[in-house]
């Protein structure tokens, strides 16, 4: 009787004291993830009404932009406010395929670096000028862009033409031409709005190859001087179509309007972009949207991918005071991508060891760290990852580490827990700042049962990519003026 009674007080409080005796890290080198929070988020995705289009267009003329400090700005919404949940059963399921996505997103990204870093590239692709072609088959180019197989996962609500016709556009930092399918349609996949009618719209007025926004375009031909316009994005979906000039509105009905947009008018489209009517670029280039308005900055706040919440995505607006600031770099060889001058990163506060050469973006147009809106989970290069895994899990013995899942190979079973205690991860930047990554966005559930991953990977690629999930809640602010980019957490 007193040898069992001995084991029931050991085994009762002994782990207990083990736990009470832990060394606690000071409060600012941790961050408190709400477990049952984020566990029981993933629960109501699957009880949430996402039938969007009714409810998102009767939200708009209740609430026209309210929160908004710019007079240019658009709604922004998650993917699962325009696709619900479709056919999954349940959320690893959804979670299974957005990380087929992002793998044909990044590597749509990684191609088309390789193509324009290894020189020729796409110049020597373009049909000579003025070339009569007779048929579209002619631009077929292995040109491939941000967007891979309907790897939007934000959008924007936006007016084109006038009277403007309200239609969805997957958000794309990592492209710039600007395109929407467009009646007649040769070949259009479905979409949420009705397509596009050149013909309803009295600004719409088709380009000249001698525009000089016909002449920025990568892929270009020319059929009776009207400019037509190919785009290619990895996996072999596209838009082929005209080049229009066609009035671009803001914040819907009655909303400010931009004139004469180069834009796209897509009649052979291919690829699941969806549901949505086309794409905004909003890369660096001199086709991208915010180019063309010559917007002195932009900003978007990626709402949480498991709400249906609603956010903005802005022009001309004023940098919030309490954001992290970074320089903004320029790849030599491309004007798409925005590169953040990262040079390290901290876990728990203190600096994980790299070397600073690893982050760094080369005059050849290697490495690099880019910040994208299409790319979920952030990567880095392979010495970069692992450092950063190490000190991740060296930061965390209390937690049960169990089965990797697809990319990630550091994943909890936090089944049994309601909060925990985490180290916190922040980037360093260049300029001595650091921003701190909120807890929900690097430790992430992947089912509705309690496990969570670190969510970063690793690339075989020299080039590092900030992801829309570290990114979710947090508004980023490109000031294109001053090549500075801004990180506002809990800024939606
Ligand atoms: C274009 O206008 C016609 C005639 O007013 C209308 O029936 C049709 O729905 C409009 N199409 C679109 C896509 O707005
Ligand atoms: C932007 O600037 C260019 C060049 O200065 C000018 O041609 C164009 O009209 C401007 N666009 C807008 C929308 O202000």
Not at 176 to 189: F, H, K, L, R, S
Not at 260 to 274: Q, R, S
Not at 323 to 335: D, F, G, M, V, Y
Not at 337 to 348: A, E, I, N, Q, W
């Amino acid at each position: 009787m007193p040898h069992f009674f001995f084991i029931f007080i050991f085994t009762i409080f002994f782990p207990i004291s083990f736990v009470l005796s832990r060394t606690t890290p000071l409060p600012s080198q941790t961050t408190v993830l709400d477990v049952s929070f984020e566990t029981q988020k993933v629960q109501n995705v699957f009880f949430t009404d996402f039938n969007a289009l009714n409810s998102l267009n009767q939200a708009e003329e209740v609430n026209p932009f309210e929160d908004s400090s710019s007079a240019l700005s658009f709604q922004l919404h998650s993917r699962l406010a325009i696709e619900g949940i479709g056919s999954h059963q349940d959320y690893e399921s959804l979670f299974m395929t957005r990380l087929d996505r992002d793998s044909a997103r990044f590597n749509s990204i990684l191609t088309h670096l390789n193509l324009v870093v290894q020189g020729d590239g796409l110049a020597n692709l373009k049909p000579e000028e003025e070339s009569e072609l007779s048929s579209l088959e002619g631009m077929e180019m292995p040109v491939v862009s941000g967007v891979s197989q309907g790897s939007g996962e934000y959008f924007s609500r936006v007016g084109i033409g006038y009277p403007p016709s309200q239609a969805f556009m997957v958000l794309d930092t990592g492209s710039d031409v600007n395109w929407v399918q467009c009646n007649p349609c040769a070949d259009c996949y479905q979409q949420a709005d009705p397509i596009f009618e050149p013909g309803n719209s009295s600004t719409y007025h088709t380009m000249s190859c001698r525009a000089r926004q016909c002449q920025s375009l990568d892929v270009l031909a020319c059929v009776k001087d009207t400019c037509l316009y190919q785009v290619s994005y990895g996996d072999g979906s596209y838009s082929v179509g005209e080049l229009a000039s066609e009035t671009i509105t803001f914040g819907g009905e009655g909303g400010a309007s931009a004139a004469n947009i180069a834009i796209g008018c897509g009649h052979d489209n291919e690829g699941l972009f969806t549901g949505a009517s086309g794409l905004l670029g909003l890369g660096g280039g001199d086709l991208s949207f915010q180019s063309q308005i010559n917007a002195s900055s932009f900003s978007y706040c990626l709402v949480d991918r498991d709400t249906k919440s609603t956010s903005t995505l802005e022009f001309d607006s004023i940098t919030s005071l309490d954001a992290i600031i970074a320089p903004l770099l320029r790849n030599l060889k491309t004007s798409t991508y925005h590169y953040v001058d990262l040079t390290g990163l901290s876990v728990g506060g203190q600096p994980v060891p790299i070397p600073p050469s690893t982050l760094q973006l080369k005059d050849n147009g290697d490495g690099g760290v880019i910040v994208d809106s299409g790319t979920a989970i952030t990567r880095f290069p392979m010495e970069v990852y692992n450092a950063l895994r190490e000190a991740f899990v060296k930061g965390t013995p209390d937690l049960t580490l169990t089965n990797g899942v697809a990319v990630f190979d550091t994943c909890y079973d936090l089944s049994q827990r309601k909060t925990v205690e985490i180290p916190t991860v922040s980037f360093r930047f260049s300029n001595g700042k650091e921003w701190s990554i909120p807890a929900k966005n690097y430790l992430v559930p992947i089912d509705s049962k309690g496990t969570f991953c670190f969510a970063f990977a690793t690339t075989s690629s020299s080039m590092g990519i900030i992801g829309n999930v570290q990114q979710q809640g947090t508004r980023v602010s490109f000031d294109l003026k001053n090549s500075l980019i801004g990180f506002s957490n809990d800024k939606c």
